[in-house]
Nanobody, 125 residues
Framework: QVRLVESGGGSVQTGDSLRLSCVAS????????MGWFRQAPGKRDREAVA?????????FVADSVKGRFTITQNNATRTIYLDMTSLEPEDTGKYYC?????????????????WGQGTQVTVSS
């Protein structure tokens, strides 16, 4: 069983930065991939934000956050980070840490194996 614990969310102003962290325990190895989804207020769908292969440097970053968000990983501690800069009100939402199988990056909800509980990010103008 995999447990994902997110932290680092909060309420900030436009242009501020935040770092989200997610620590995985259980069956997550360097052959797994992890990433971040977000769900905006009032929206039903969750959007893939970024993902990374734990055994290397292969990454995915959504066009909507490219150039502002960076995903990194520390495989030794089974931790991933999402560094968010130049935050905008449109970035507001609940951010979920996820896993997927092997090198298949979790870029769609159907590819996600495990979900964390989420951490709230609120950006005010």
């Amino acid at each position: 069983q995999v447990r994902l614990v997110e932290s680092g969310g909060g309420s900030v102003q436009t242009g501020d930065s935040l770092r989200l962290s997610c620590v995985a325990s259980g069956y997550v190895y360097d052959t797994s991939s992890m990433g971040w989804f977000r769900q905006a207020p009032g929206k039903r769908d969750r959007e893939a934000v970024a993902a990374i292969f734990m055994g290397g440097t292969t990454t995915f970053v959504a066009d909507s956050v490219k150039g502002r968000f960076t995903i990194t990983q520390n495989n030794a501690t089974r931790t991933i980070y999402l560094d968010m800069t130049s935050l905008e009100p449109e970035d507001t939402g609940k951010y979920y840490c996820v896993t997927s199988v092997g090198r298949i990056l979790p870029t769609l909800p159907a590819l996600v194996l495990d979900w964390g509980q989420g951490t709230q990010v609120t950006v005010s103008s």
